[in-house]
């Protein structure tokens, strides 16, 4: 029939075409690779230089390289300063002789202006009444109980003069016994209690001996190039208007402060009051 005959050379035809394209594809991709494009060509040189930017191009031999500035940075030390006979020379750099024998009589003073018991048969045997004058000697050996007691914790304070095979020796009950400890710890003062003034500061009875130590903090001292600054807490649970509640730190209830380290070592802080509460204090 004559239109089966069309259908068949229409498809003959159309795979003929087909057939053509498939032979000429390669050659025309290999003619397309060794042309050189030029709209890329031209895109590479509007690149090298722009039209609408008003830098030049520096000129090869004009061009200097770059040198890169070195980090300046500083090895922390220790001065030479420095005693280096003995440890507690040391330590009498941050609490002077003269500065005890001042806390020796403000402790001693003390000691009378507390409250006393009423009379009775038990205030003979009553732990305030064998209060004794202490020394500089005494109050040195009484804060190197309460350094080595920061070191070695206990639940209690009792048990660092527990005798009992269950808990261990501390070397501290030698030098100095439990009572005689618990007396010192209760009547010992850093401040003038004549020259008190009604809505002082906590941090005013200590700041004679807290800028002491801030400068010899410093003095000794050599920091490196990096220091940081940061918040710390320094624990306290007793009563006291400026006590702060973070939660979040390690130490949750104590006071604030703010501190200047490096390495772990304080170079400089300030205690944070709050506004209020000082306020509050000095109406008063």
């Known amino acids: 029939m004559p239109s089966q005959k069309v259908n068949k050379q229409f498809s003959v035809a159309k795979m003929a075409r087909k057939l053509a394209?498939?032979?000429?594809?390669?050659?025309?991709?290999?003619?397309a690779k060794?042309?050189?494009?030029?709209?890329?060509?031209?895109?590479?040189?509007?690149?090298?230089?722009?039209?609408?930017?008003?830098?030049?191009?520096?000129?090869?031999?004009?061009?200097?390289p770059f040198n890169?500035?070195?980090?300046?940075s500083f090895e922390r030390r220790i001065s030479a300063d420095l005693p280096q006979t003995s440890l507690f020379d040391?330590?009498?750099?941050?609490?002077p002789r003269q500065m005890v024998d001042d806390w020796v009589q403000y402790t001693n003073a003390r000691y009378v202006k507390l409250p006393r018991h009423a009379e009775g048969p038990?205030?003979?045997?009553?732990?305030?009444?064998?209060?004794?004058?202490?020394?500089?000697?005494?109050?040195y050996l009484?804060?190197?109980?309460?350094?080595?007691?920061?070191?070695?914790?206990?639940?209690?304070?009792?048990?660092?003069?527990?005798?009992?095979?269950?808990?261990?020796?501390?070397?501290?009950?030698?030098?100095?016994?439990?009572?005689?400890?618990?007396?010192l710890y209760r009547n010992f003062c850093t401040w003038d209690t004549d020259a008190d003034v009604p809505g002082r500061l906590v941090f005013d009875k200590i700041h004679e001996w807290?800028?002491?130590?801030?400068?010899?903090?410093?003095?000794?001292?050599?920091?490196?190039s990096e220091i940081s600054v940061d918040e710390a807490m320094i624990r306290f649970t007793g009563r006291s208007p400026h006590t702060v509640h973070l939660p979040s730190k390690p130490i949750p209830l104590g006071y604030k402060v703010w501190v200047v380290?490096?390495?772990?070592?304080?170079?400089?802080?300030?205690?944070?009051?709050?506004?209020?509460?000082a306020w509050a204090n000095r109406l008063q």
């Not at 890329?40 to 004009?62: F, T």
């Open 68 to 72: 890169k500035m070195s980090k300046l």
């Open 34 to 64: 060794s042309a050189p494009n030029t709209k890329l060509s031209g895109q590479k040189a509007s690149s090298d230089n722009p039209p609408s930017s008003p830098l030049k191009a520096l000129d090869a031999a004009s061009s200097k």
């Open 210 to 224: 807290d800028e002491h130590v801030k400068s010899i903090s410093t003095l000794y001292w050599r920091p490196a």
């Open 90 to 95: 040391i330590f009498s750099l941050f609490c």
């Open 142 to 183: 009484f804060l190197g109980i309460l350094i080595y007691m920061t070191v070695f914790p206990v639940p209690r304070v009792s048990l660092y003069w527990d005798t009992s095979s269950k808990t261990p020796n501390h070397p501290i009950a030698r030098f100095m016994s439990r009572d005689r400890f618990q007396l």
């Open 261 to 277: 380290a490096d390495s772990g070592y304080f170079l400089h802080w300030s205690l944070v009051v709050s506004c209020k509460r």
């Open 122 to 139: 038990r205030t003979k045997r009553c732990r305030q009444n064998t209060w004794k004058p202490t020394s500089a000697d005494e109050i």
């Open 21 to 31: 394209k498939a032979k000429s594809a390669p050659i025309t991709k290999a003619k």
